[in-house]
Structure formats: C-alpha cells, structure tokens
C-alpha cells in the first residue's frame, strides 16, 4: 500500500497554511535514522489510512525513495476531531517488531437478548510481535457464540495468523456477557400515628403550665 508524501519546508506558522491548503505535516523516524519532516495530503492519507490502519506497512513514497513504515501516532484538534499531526515510524522488513493490533467486534451476543445479560468488552487491542508483512489488520471477534450468562471470549479464542505471536496472557478476557443487574427493592415507608404523639405533647405543655402557676404562686405567698 502507498501513500505519497513529501519533505515539508514549512515550520512554526507556516504549518498553519500548509493545513489550510489540504496537508497534514508529519515526521518520519525509525530505529537508527534522521528524522524527515514530511507533508501528507488529509486526503490521500485518509483512504490509505482507512484501508490500513496502525498495523498494516505503508510504502512511503518520497521522490524515487520507498520508505516501509507504519503509522505510529496521530495527533487529533480536540474540538473539531480533525488530523493535525502523524508521526509514522520506518521499519525493516526483515526485522520483527512489536506493535498493538486492534480487535473488531462482530455478531450479536444471543445471551444478551434471551437471559438480558450485558456484554462486556474488556480490551480492545492485543499487543503482537511478527515480521511488519506479516501484521494483521485486525482481529475479528465474533461474539454470537455467547449464548449463556457469564460466558466469556478470550486472547486464547483469536485466530493467529502464522508468524505473528500474540504478547497478551491467553487467558485474558477480551468479552464476556455478565447477569442483568437488578434493582434494589426500596422498602415502603410504615406510617407514622402522630396521634399519640400529639396527645403526649399536649398533655406534657398542661403540666409545664401547672408547674409554672404553682411557682409563681408560691412566690406570691412570700
């Protein structure tokens, strides 16, 4: 797959413009090697991007050079969701590397319709090491065979292509259908008979009345 780029001679404000005229600045590094500041088209690299993703080689193509690399980060305006910045790493084809590769859900899970269970994706990248061609795109996880509450699909259940060797524990849960939560019963309030209360009060104020026209007689006696 290859996506032409060039060396990019705009720096500081000048990216600016260079964005507003259709280019995504980038950097080219790898192991042992000068960085390149490069210039994308936004357009050309989205349909490669979409096709590759970050685990799948792309030939750069700078003037008659052909630079194998993989996309290793991307830089996003935080409003507008928009690329601002790619940062893509060479690789050597004869040299294995490490690098994550996502996971792509597919199917409906029957346990989740029949007993209302929840699926629970847990991850949602594994990390792997193989030769950059062998990289896949992505690992496909069906999860239509959850057909029981509590049931889980693990790093073990992915299909592996040959020469890739997946770095994550095989029994590492990537999703699992988990018991409907239920609701805690609120217990209904027992009504209160403010009668006795109100009578206890009543006759408690008649007696502090008593009290008082008794001391206050008595001080009238004196």
Do not use: C, W
């Not at 413009?17 to 192991?31: K, V």
């Amino acid at each position: 797959m290859d996506l032409t780029v060039k060396e990019r001679e705009k720096f500081g404000k000048g990216i600016v413009s260079l964005r507003r005229e259709g280019f995504i600045p980038a950097e080219l590094y790898g192991h042992g090697l000068k960085n390149i500041h490069l210039s994308v088209s936004r357009k050309d690299f989205e349909k490669v991007f979409g096709e590759a993703g970050e685990s799948t080689v792309i030939n750069l193509l700078i003037g008659e050079e052909k630079r194998p690399a993989l996309v290793h980060d991307i830089q996003k305006d935080f409003l507008t969701n928009e690329i601002i910045h790619i940062d893509f790493y060479q690789v050597r084809m004869d040299e294995k590397i490490k690098t994550h590769v996502p996971i792509e859900f597919t199917g409906d899970a029957p346990a989740v319709k029949e007993f209302g269970g929840v699926l629970n994706k847990t991850i949602s990248e594994v990390e792997v090491e193989a030769l950059p061609a062998d990289l896949p795109r992505q690992f496909e996880v069906d999860v239509s065979g959850l057909k029981e509450l509590n049931q889980s699909f693990y790093v073990g259940d992915l299909k592996v292509p040959a020469g890739v060797e997946i770095l994550v524990d095989p029994k590492t849960v990537i999703a699992t259908v988990t018991p409907p939560v239920e609701e805690e019963k609120v217990e209904e309030a027992v009504p209160v008979d403010v009668t006795a209360v109100k009578v206890e009060a009543e006759e408690k104020a008649a007696e502090r009345a008593k009290e008082k026209e008794s001391s206050e007689g008595g001080e009238e006696k004196k």
